[in-house]
């Protein structure tokens, strides 16, 4: 089972208007890695910016066409960055109300400019907690990330 956890958060766009395209791009093309259909990988999403969004669980899209074409329509939230949040939410996919199933991996790819808002709490710790429940965690760094926090979240690399 695959969670993307996508920041849709005003600094992404402010550093380049094309980089929420490419966020968006970049998650549709690793769909493509994957066999999507209700009894291999299931795809959820969710988007944070000054919260969480579940754009979709894990039983929304049943094929990679319907899985891709919910990512790439998906509009920015261009608010604040509340990583933290949507690590909450993301954790909330991993269970089986959202379709998640307890005999397969589950793996999160988080897309961040890696530096949370002030005003939120740090989103390390909640990935700690993630991983404690067995999830493994990629980062993936857009624009100039913030290394520190896209490592603390990480699962480890090896």
């Known amino acids: ?21 490419k966020v968006l791009e970049f998650a549709a093309n690793i769909v493509d890695y994957y066999v999507i259909t209700p009894n291999n990988t299931r795809v959820g999403l969710v988007q944070f910016s000054d919260i969480g969004i579940i754009e979709f ?18 509009k920015i939230r261009n608010s604040f960055t509340n990583t ?3 690590l909450v939410q ?5 269970t089986a109300p959202y379709g998640d199933r307890p005999d397969i991996p ?19 710790t ?24 896209l490592k603390g979240m990480s699962s480890d690399p090896k």
């Open 90 to 94: 993301m954790r909330k996919l991993f």
């Open 1 to 21: 089972d695959l969670v993307f956890v996508l920041d849709g958060s005003e600094s992404i766009s402010r550093a380049d208007p094309q980089n929420w395209p």
């Open 106 to 124: 589950n793996v999160a790819i988080v897309l961040t400019d890696g530096e949370h808002s002030r005003e939120t709490p740090d989103p390390i």
């Open 84 to 86: 933290f949040d949507g």
């Open 126 to 149: 909640e990935a700690e907690r993630a991983q404690k429940d067995g999830i493994t965690m990629l980062t993936v760094g857009v624009a100039q990330a913030n290394r520190e926090e």
């Open 57 to 74: 669980n894990l039983t929304s899209y049943k094929t990679a066409s319907d899985v891709k074409k919910a990512i790439l329509g998906l």
